[in-house]
């Protein structure tokens, strides 16, 4: 059995609940499994944890549709129950996908400028844990940042929270100077730099005191339990597959989370595998949780930088070939037969 509470605002309730709960019968006419209710700006639900979280994004997109077009029709509702997407329509001219997500400082317009960044927001509103891999340069840590911040100011969060493997330290900050703040901010520098070009400062530095928008170390995620909150674990390619395992189970009801990576840039040990992989192996075909995969075409930095993720892929694509050929040509000497010594033949013989 599992158990969600659901903290509903920003939305006329009335609008979003039906008159006399109309438009929340037909979730629960689509859940029979599942017991809703409603108290408030606090909806329940209880049953089955499949049948459960499936209400609950449902439930989402229907908050999602009425904050967007200030309306729900009950045949909108109708719809998204019998599993149509309401949002099919984003990769259009028209779509949210190609519009501004945010207005940074001075009235910038940020907004997805290649294909595969436009997949990633799409994948980040119909899903509550998305994977961004690809190549340095291609816009995936600016662009989750991009939308951790519209979710902020939609309030569609309480906060934003920023992680990433120190993995130069070990994880083991104690060592350096001042509070925890100064100790990993030259990990987390990447982030800022984005969040300075969205937030003005003044306002930054209120988040930042009021924990707003929260520093959190991956070596002190243990234990805790991050809801209402988008999160955003970077250089995740950095990661083990336990701290993966640890952090992906802290994620909350409510907890909407972007993880971003690049494999051809794993600065673990030698003998340690990343869990970026082998969570991208585990969890591709989980309901809920999408990659998206960023290549050369989506770099937005110099137009060398294209040129040279290029040069390395073919560098590292001949390795590859050239590695499986070393393995084949072992193969086929270890099948050569060997001579086995006749019964009483000694070895010196042979």
């Given at each position: 059995?599992?158990?969600?509470?659901?903290?509903?605002?920003?939305?006329?309730?009335?609008?979003?609940?039906?008159?006399?709960?109309?438009?929340?019968?037909?979730?629960?006419?689509?859940?029979?499994?599942?017991?809703?209710?409603?108290?408030?700006?606090?909806?329940?639900?209880?049953?089955?944890?499949?049948?459960t979280?499936?209400?609950?994004?449902?439930?989402?997109?229907?908050?999602?549709?009425?904050?967007?077009?200030?309306?729900?029709?009950?045949?909108?509702?109708?719809?998204?129950?019998?599993?149509?997407?309401?949002?099919?329509h984003?990769?259009?001219?028209?779509?949210?996908?190609?519009?501004?997500?945010?207005?940074?400082?001075?009235?910038?317009?940020?907004?997805a400028?290649?294909?595969?960044?436009?997949?990633?927001?799409?994948?980040?509103?119909?899903?509550?844990?998305?994977?961004?891999?690809?190549?340095?340069?291609?816009?995936?840590?600016?662009?989750?940042?991009?939308?951790?911040?519209?979710?902020l100011?939609?309030?569609?969060?309480?906060?934003?929270?920023?992680?990433?493997?120190a993995?130069?330290?070990?994880?083991?900050?104690?060592?350096?100077?001042?509070?925890?703040?100064?100790?990993?901010?030259?990990?987390?520098?990447p982030?800022?730099?984005?969040?300075?070009?969205?937030l003005?400062?003044?306002?930054?530095?209120?988040?930042?005191?009021?924990?707003?928008?929260?520093?959190?170390?991956?070596?002190?995620?243990?234990?805790?339990?991050?809801?209402?909150?988008?999160?955003?674990?970077?250089?995740?390619?950095?990661?083990?597959?336990?701290?993966?395992?640890?952090?992906?189970?802290?994620?909350?009801?409510s907890?909407?989370?972007?993880?971003?990576?690049?494999?051809?840039?794993?600065?673990?040990?030698?003998?340690?595998?990343?869990?970026?992989?082998?969570?991208?192996?585990?969890?591709?075909?989980?309901?809920?949780?999408?990659?998206?995969?960023?290549?050369?075409?989506?770099?937005?930095?110099?137009?060398?930088?294209?040129?040279?993720?290029?040069?390395?892929?073919?560098?590292d694509?001949?390795?590859?070939?050239?590695?499986?050929?070393?393995?084949?040509?072992?193969?086929?000497?270890?099948?050569?037969?060997?001579?086995?010594?006749?019964?009483?033949?000694?070895?010196?013989?042979?």
């Amino acid at each position: 059995m599992s158990e969600i509470i659901l903290t509903v605002d920003s939305v006329d309730l009335v609008e979003l609940y039906g008159a006399n709960n109309s438009k929340l019968n037909i979730l629960r006419k689509a859940f029979p499994t599942v017991t809703i209710t409603s108290r408030g700006s606090h909806v329940k639900m209880s049953g089955a944890k499949k049948e459960t979280q499936n209400a609950k994004s449902k439930l989402e997109m229907m908050v999602r549709l009425l904050r967007e077009h200030k309306e729900l029709p009950a045949q909108t509702v109708q719809e998204l129950v019998k599993g149509k997407n309401p949002f099919a329509h984003k990769l259009s001219p028209n779509s949210s996908a190609n519009k501004t997500i945010i207005h940074g400082r001075g009235g910038k317009q940020i907004k997805a400028k290649t294909r595969n960044q436009k997949r990633l927001i799409e994948a980040t509103e119909n899903n509550d844990v998305v994977f961004a891999v690809g190549p340095a340069g291609t816009g995936k840590t600016y662009t989750a940042v991009a939308l951790a911040v519209r979710a902020l100011k939609n309030r569609m969060v309480k906060k934003i929270i920023l992680t990433r493997p120190a993995v130069e330290a070990g994880e083991s900050l104690g060592f350096l100077p001042g509070d925890l703040q100064e100790k990993v901010d030259p990990y987390l520098r990447p982030l800022y730099d984005a969040l300075d070009d969205m937030l003005p400062a003044e306002k930054l530095q209120q988040f930042m005191a009021t924990r707003v928008i929260e520093i959190a170390p991956l070596a002190f995620m243990r234990g805790r339990t991050l809801d209402n909150a988008f999160i955003i674990l970077d250089e995740a390619q950095n990661c083990s597959t336990l701290q993966l395992k640890m952090f992906l189970t802290r994620l909350g009801p409510s907890a909407k989370c972007i993880i971003t990576g690049d494999l051809s840039q794993v600065d673990l040990p030698f003998h340690q595998k990343s869990g970026l992989r082998r969570s991208l192996e585990l969890l591709g075909g989980l309901e809920g949780i999408e990659a998206i995969r960023l290549d050369a075409e989506d770099v937005v930095r110099h137009r060398l930088v294209k040129e040279i993720i290029r040069a390395y892929e073919r560098s590292d694509e001949e390795k590859r070939q050239q590695h499986e050929a070393a393995q084949d040509n072992g193969k086929a000497k270890g099948a050569a037969p060997h001579h086995r010594p006749a019964e009483g033949e000694s070895k010196e013989e042979e």
